[in-house]
Structures are given as structure tokens and as C-alpha cells.
């Protein structure tokens, strides 16, 4: 469960993306904006300086984002910078995405292979989630080939395995049960 | 023969003087001889019956303190053998209970040895039998890892997961 520090800020955002229809370039640009940070610790490290004054973090921000994401999206930052609040930034984006997903009835999937999907395969999958979620469905796609086989799908709570290594795994145990004394 | 009968007279006066005198002398002796003689008899009978009488009481006081002792002796008796009979019973009890703890101590390491025994094997077989376990998945996975590395065998196992998706509701 997330902090209420990311619950507040978060549902703030919604607030705002709700009222100019923006959540979906929001969300792609917190997206991104974690995607820097992350890449980039220092600039977190700069903007949580307490020796750093405020002018210098916004005029910092200003520099490296202004004209390259929306307004809401560089209000936000600025706001975070002032209230000292940036190490927040992946879990606001999580709430945010959450909630956006929520509003929006999109339901985001996992996939896991052992070989990377082919175009059909991907669709027809698709398909099949959303009528059984109910919900659009966003796939994120991973591949790990120590799953041996078949495909892992994970969303929200649930999870689905059809995996060849879960396979061998219940098999493994299905035995291991069987001759134990 | 001539015979001088001369101290054969008898002479009334003498016989009277003699008898007087013999009557003095008695009162003489009675007064001066045989009271005191008397006396000391008196005296020697009282010593010898006195004697006797102690030896009476102490004759007496010898068979009281026999009875008495007598009756210790019994009563000591009877005492002992009652602490001889309360001290078997005692030894009796103790070596029951003594004898009763270690037949339920040998019984508990015969079944503590009994249980360690059977969960050694068990654990042994387990083992055993999760090492076969193992090597059958190891080579299940080998064998099955080689037919799905494929990309027709890959795409089969990926359609059949999403051909499956929502029949099972």
C-alpha cells in the first residue's frame, strides 16, 4: 500500500487530467519523467538538496523540461521540488497510472514468455483478456527464456501459468506428494 | 571304820542360810547378769530378724524390677518389631515406586528409540524417494526442454495457453 504522500499528489493529478482530458499523455509522460529520474539519480539528489535553494530547483527544472512535456506535467514537478517531495515521483506515477487505469477501464496485463510474441499471437491474446477482464488491456510484454515455455499472464491480483517450467514444477511436486510417507 | 559324819550334819539354820543364800544370789544374778544378757539376745534377735526382713524387701524389690523389666523387654519387643515391619513396608513401597519409575523410564526410551527410529527412516526414505523425484524431473525436464525449443513447438504451447484463456469460467 502506498504511502498517503503518493495517494494525495496522485489523486490531485487525476483531478487535474480528469478536467482537460489528459490523462493518457500524463500518464506516458510521468512514465517517461521516472524513466529520467531513474536514469539519472542525481538529478533527484539535487532536487532533495537542502543546500540547493528553491529558484535554482525550478530554474533547474524549468532548463531541462520546459517546452518538452505539457504545463500539468511541469507544474507538478515544480510543486514536488518545493515541497521537497521528488523521491516521490515513482510512486505518485504508480498511484496516478493506477487510478488512470481505474477511470478508464483499462486493465494491464503481464506477459511473460520464453520467446518474444508474434504480432498474431499478441492480438489474439489481447482479445481474449478483454473479454474476460471486461476492460481494454494493456499487454507488457517480458521474455525469459527460463520459463522454458507457454506463457505467464499476470494482472493486478490474479495470475495465470501455463508455463512448461510451472509444469514441471507441479509435476515435480505432484510426485514428491505421492511417495511421501 | 570310823566314819566322821560331821559334814554330813544337817543343820536346819545351815539349809535355811543356804537356801538365803542361794536366793540372794539368784536376785544377784537375775539383777546383774541375766537382764543384760537377756538384752543383748533381745538385741541380736532384733539385728537377725531386721536382717532378714531387708533381705525380704530386697528379695521383693528384685522381683518387682524383674517383672518390670520384663514387661520393658516385651514391650521393647514388640516396639521393635513394629519398627522392623513399618521400616519393610517403607523399603517395600520405595522399591515399588522405584521399581514402577523405571519400568516407565525404560518404556519411555524404548518409545522415545522406537519413534527416532521410525522418523529416521521415513526421513530416509523421503529422501530417497525426493532425490528420484528430482532426477525424473531433471531428465522430464531435459527431454521436454529439448522438444519445446522449437519455435512450431514454442507457438503450439503459446496458442494453447490463450486458446485456453476464459474456458475455464
Known amino acids: 500500500m502506498a504511502g498517503s504522500v503518493e495517494n494525495v499528489y496522485s489523486r490531485a493529478l487525476l483531478e487535474i487530467a480528469a478536467e482537460d482530458g489528459s490523462m493518457k499523455e500524463l500518464d506516458e509522460e510521468l512514465d517517461a519523467l521516472c524513466g529520467i529520474f531513474s536514469a539519472n539519480p542525481e538529478l533527484t539528489e539535487i532536487l532533495c538538496a537542502p543546500t540547493v535553494t ?117 509435476m515435480h511436486k505432484q510426485i514428491r506428494d505421492m511417495v511421501s510417507v | 571304820m570310823q566314819f566322821n559324819f560331821e559334814f554330813f550334819s544337817i543343820e536346819p539354820s545351815t539349809i535355811i542360810g543356804v537356801l538365803l543364800n542361794t536366793l540372794i544370789l539368784f536376785l544377784l544374778f537375775k539383777k546383774f547378769l541375766f537382764a543384760p544378757v537377756n538384752k543383748i539376745i533381745e538385741e541380736r534377735k532384733a539385728q537377725v530378724s531386721k536382717t532378714y526382713e531387708d533381705a525380704d524387701a530386697a528379695l521383693e524389690k528384685a522381683k518387682n524390677m524383674e517383672n518390670e523389666y520384663a514387661e520393658k523387654l516385651s514391650a521393647a519387643k514388640e516396639e521393635s518389631a513394629e519398627i522392623v515391619k513399618a521400616a519393610s513396608k517403607k523399603a517395600q513401597l520405595r522399591s515399588d515406586e522405584i521399581i514402577a519409575q523405571a519400568k516407565s523410564e525404560a518404556q519411555g526410551i524404548v518409545s522415545k528409540a522406537n519413534a527416532d527410529i521410525e522418523r529416521e527412516r521415513k526421513r530416509a526414505v523421503n529422501q530417497i524417494k525426493d532425490e528420484i523425484s528430482d532426477i525424473a524431473v531433471n531428465i522430464a525436464g531435459k527431454v521436454i526442454g529439448k522438444e519445446v525449443s522449437s519455435d512450431e513447438e514454442q507457438e503450439r504451447l503459446i496458442d494453447e495457453f490463450i486458446g485456453g484463456i476464459g474456458e475455464d469460467e
Open chain 1, 54 to 170: 528553491d529558484e535554482e530547483k525550478l530554474s533547474l527544472i524549468k532548463t531541462v523540461f520546459e517546452g518538452k512535456i505539457s504545463d500539468t506535467a511541469l507544474n507538478f514537478l515544480c510543486v514536488l521540488s518545493e515541497k521537497n517531495r521528488c523521491r516521490y515521483l515513482q510512486g505518485i506515477a504508480e498511484q496516478f497510472r493506477n487510478g488512470y487505469y481505474e477511470s478508464a477501464g483499462i486493465a494491464e496485463a503481464t506477459v511473460t514468455t520464453a520467446v518474444p510474441l508474434k504480432d498474431d499471437a499478441r492480438e489474439r491474446l489481447r482479445a481474449k483478456l478483454e473479454k474476460k477482464y471486461g476492460k481494454t488491456v494493456i499487454l507488457k510484454e517480458k521474455v525469459d527464456p527460463s520459463i522454458m515455455g507457454g506463457m505467464i499472464v499476470s494482472s493486478g491480483g490474479s495470475m495465470m501459468d501455463g508455463s512448461v517450467k510451472t509444469r514441471l514444477e507441479n
